[in-house]
Nanobody
Framework: QVQLVESGGGLVQAGGSLRLSCAASERTFRFYPLGWFRQGTGKEREFVAA????????NYADSVKGRFTISRDSAKNTLYLQMNSLKPEDTAVYYCAAKSGVGVATTSDDYPYWGQGTQVTVSP
């Protein structure tokens, strides 16, 4: 079973940047499509970004396009989310997720494997 551990969250001022990382426990991670989701207080979990196994295809939520970049380093079994120009509305717990198969997905129900989450707080 794939285990995922996020890191890199924290407190940042609006306009700042953070890079989240997600380390996976298995080498087979390199074949899994991966995604980032977030959940703000009192809100539904929402899709942020996804990447296929070869890193040749990515997908972003409209709210983060042009500001966030998803990437992966299969040699290190690690997924990244570079977040620039952060806004207070980006404040949430961010989760990485993995799925089997070949296609990227934007709904949380498609991902059976989840990390524990890392808190990102953006102050005005």
């Amino acid at each position: 079973q794939v285990q995922l551990v996020e890191s890199g969250g924290g407190l940042v001022q609006a306009g700042g940047s953070l890079r989240l990382s997600c380390a996976a426990s298995e080498r087979t991670f390199r074949f899994y499509p991966l995604g980032w989701f977030r959940q703000g207080t009192g809100k539904e979990r929402e899709f942020v970004a996804a990447i296929n196994w070869s890193a040749g295809r990515t997908n972003y939520a409209d709210s983060v396009k042009g500001r966030f970049t998803i990437s992966r380093d299969s040699a290190k079994n690690t997924l990244y989310l570079q977040m620039n120009s952060l806004k207070p509305e980006d404040t949430a717990v961010y989760y990485c997720a993995a799925k089997s198969g070949v296609g990227v997905a934007t709904t949380s129900d498609d991902y059976p494997y989840w990390g524990q989450g890392t808190q990102v707080t953006v102050s005005p």
